[in-house]
C-alpha cells in the first residue's frame, strides 16, 4: 500500500467531493493500481450505482495518481493533468455502491504533454469498465 485515503491527495489535484480513489495500491512508471469504496454520498452515485462518468473520472484519478506517485519519488513538483480523450469506452457492468473497485491503469505511450494509457475497472474480479485515454499534462 503506498497510499491510504487520508493521504492520497499529496499525488491528485482533486479534492472533496471529487476525490474518486481511496487507496493507491501500486504504481510505477508504466502502471498504478487503485482501490476506490463506492459510497452513497459519492457525487457520481446514480441510481444506487457508480455512474459512467465516474468510472472515467476514477480511471484518470488512477492515472493521476501514478504521475504523482513518481514525481513524489523525485522530489518534482506533481503536475496537473486535463481528459484530453476518451476512446473505446467499454460499459460492461455498473459498480454498486457500497461495493470496492480496483481500477487498474497501464500508460501505453508518451508524447510531449500527452499520455496514452488503458484502463479497466474491476468489481470482484468481473471487468466493469474498459477504456483508453488521453491526458494532457500541464506544463509548470
Known amino acids: 500500500m503506498l497510499a491510504r485515503k487520508d493521504t492520497i491527495q499529496q499525488y491528485i489535484p482533486q479534492r472533496p467531493p471529487m476525490v474518486m480513489i481511496d487507496d493507491l495500491l501500486e504504481a510505477s512508471e508504466t502502471h498504478a493500481l487503485t482501490q ?44 496537473i493533468g486535463y481528459i484530453a480523450a476518451v476512446k473505446n469506452l467499454r460499459i460492461i457492468k455498473m459498480p454498486l455502491e457500497n461495493s470496492v473497485i480496483t481500477t487498474t491503469v497501464r500508460i501505453l505511450n508518451q508524447v510531449l504533454d500527452i499520455t496514452l494509457a488503458e484502463g479497466k475497472i474491476e468489481q470482484e474480479g468481473v471487468v466493469c469498465c474498459t477504456c483508453e485515454i488521453r491526458i494532457f499534462v500541464k506544463s509548470s
Open 36 to 79: 476506490l469504496q463506492v459510497r452513497f454520498d459519492n457525487v457520481f452515485i446514480d441510481r444506487n450505482h457508480l455512474s459512467e462518468p465516474g468510472m472515467v473520472e476514477n480511471i484518470a484519478q488512477t492515472a493521476a495518481a501514478q504521475v504523482g506517485y513518481q514525481c513524489a519519488m523525485k522530489n518534482i513538483p506533481v503536475p
